[in-house]
């Protein structure tokens, strides 16, 4: 078995909870009641996007070439 690792990003939500997302798997998004939750709602998501690639014949992404930048803005709001 290949481990994979995975960035997720989590975001609180206004009326509670976190959305989860997955950047490099394009449209795995869930969501989580709490961080804990979150974290095990993205791993049952990441494992169900892979199988599907694998079933698919299609590759599966990593992140190996990524690179990562926090850039900040004036906001003229």
Known sequence: MKLLNCRILL???PEGGY???VPSLPGCITYGDTIDE???MAKEAIG???ESL???GEE???EED???YT???KSHA
């Open 11 to 13: 975001r609180k939500e």
């Open 48 to 50: 169900l996007y892979i």
């Open 19 to 21: 959305t989860v997302i």
């Open 60 to 62: 599966i992404p990593t």
């Open 54 to 56: 694998k079933t698919h």
């Open 66 to 68: 990524t690179l990562e």
């Open 38 to 40: 979150a974290i095990k």
């Open 71 to 73: 850039l900040t803005i």
